[in-house]
């Protein structure tokens, strides 16, 4: 169980240009997906931290208006880089956690890989 | 915020030996504390997790041990093998996000 599934797993995008990333809690519902960006050799760094059906909560640092985030229901959340530049390419992972106060663990998926060429 | 220090940033290991990774927190407020094992180009693997309420925790040839005073936990991974090679990230939270240490890249020599 706890299964969390990312698409794509991998994209090349040309610089300028939309990626639309997905999360999915397979066998779950999740209350609260988090977004992660990892850079390479580098620890995950949170970008934000959507709840169903609400604004996403984004870390200081982190544009809202590039890195647009929708948590439209209890299993689905995507992570859209607009206009993305060279350094976005990143490799971003999303994670979901079933409950709240109190249920800590957290689940991430498999990862996507973007470069911006 | 939540500021969680980890160290060493590498370890190299002979096959069978011990290896301990060393974490500190600054939020009194944290109370749960995972440990993450990556492999490259994968997602995070939990492997041990503890909370405040607990000292130490062992799974088999992994165990965590938790300081709350200090402000401070590890992971002990015995009998290492060559397939515990990987990255490992402490983390910290209250409850809200994980907030994680830089990782640990242990290399465990056959």
């Known amino acids: 169980g706890a299964v969390v599934s990312q698409h794509p797993s991998w994209v090349i995008c040309k610089s300028g240009t939309s990626v639309k990333i997905e999360c999915r809690s397979l066998?779950?519902?999740?209350?609260?997906m988090f977004w992660y960006r990892q850079f390479p050799k580098q620890s995950l760094m949170l970008m934000a931290t959507?709840?169903?059906?609400?604004?996403?909560?984004?870390e200081q640092g982190v544009e809202k208006d590039k890195f647009l985030i929708n948590h439209a229901s209890l299993t689905l959340s995507t992570l859209t880089v607009t206009s993305a530049h060279p350094e976005d390419s990143s490799f971003y992972i999303c994670?979901?956690?079933?409950?709240?106060?109190?249920?800590?663990?957290?689940?991430f998926g498999p990862g996507t890989r973007l470069t911006v060429t | 915020g939540e500021n969680v220090e980890q160290h060493p940033s590498t370890l190299s290991v002979q096959e069978g030996d011990s290896a301990v990774i060393k974490c500190t927190y600054s939020?009194?407020?944290?109370?749960?504390f995972p440990w993450y094992k990556q492999e490259l180009g994968k997602r995070p693997q939990l492997i041990i997790d503890?909370?405040?309420?607990?000292g130490e925790k062992k799974d088999q040839r992994i165990a965590v041990t938790l300081n709350k005073t200090a402000k401070h936990f590890s992971l002990h991974i015995t009998e290492t093998q060559p397939e515990d090679s990987a990255v490992y990230f402490c983390?910290?939270?209250?409850?809200?996000?994980?907030?994680f240490g830089k990782g640990t890249s242990l290399l465990v020599t056959p």
């Open positions: 994670s979901a956690r079933t409950g709240g106060g109190g249920t800590y663990e957290q689940y």
């Open positions: 066998d779950f519902q999740a209350t609260t």
């Open positions: 959507s709840n169903e059906g609400s604004k996403a909560t984004y």
């Open positions: 939020d009194s407020a944290s109370n749960y």
């Open positions: 503890i909370r405040s309420n607990v």
């Open positions: 983390a910290a939270t209250d409850g809200y996000a994980l907030n």
